[in-house]
């Protein structure tokens, strides 16, 4: 019936096949989109390096012989963070043989990186300095550390003819944000 009505007038055909269209294209004009697209490539990741230099690497900072009561030795090293990550330094002392009696070799470490201004370390008996926290490090920072090691004044026969060693290590982690 419909398709009679249509065939027997051309304009009602030709009506009837632009209402089609336009529906048609309504319909795929409205499933129209945009589209845009971004890339970022090579996202790329290198860890850091935490590094270090010492200026009396691999030697003793200070050393002392035939030392009388009253007698002090003095030496000094540069620590300093040559990485790309600021850390956490530490300085420990080990492998320590001390014969000494009690109170007779002292060790004094400062930080004098600023001389007006000098920062005691550790003062107390070769082999008493455990872990000591020297803070953080910044990037390319340096700092100067004077060791004193001092036969006390009031060292006995007791003391005669001995020899104490130590070790001083400096160990630093990345700093923890």
Known sequence: M????????PRRLLSALVVVG????????SGATFSSRTANA????TSGTLLQSNTKAGTSVVT?????????KTGEVTIKNTGTLAGDFVLTESGVQNPF??????????????PAAPSNVYTGDMGGLARKSLGAFAVNE????????TLGKDAGNADQA?????????DSTSTQN
């Open 142 to 149: 340096a700092r100067t550390y004077r060791f004193s090691v």
């Open 2 to 9: 419909l398709r009679a009505a249509l065939l027997s007038s």
């Open 101 to 114: 009696t009690a109170g007779a070799l002292s060790v004094k470490v400062d930080d004098i990186t600023n």
């Open 162 to 170: 001995k020899t104490a060693t130590a070790n001083y290590e400096w």
């Open 22 to 29: 336009a529906a048609t294209g309504v319909a795929v004009g």
């Open 42 to 45: 090579s996202n790329t990741f």
């Open 64 to 72: 002392g012989t035939n030392l009388k009561p009253g007698d002090a």
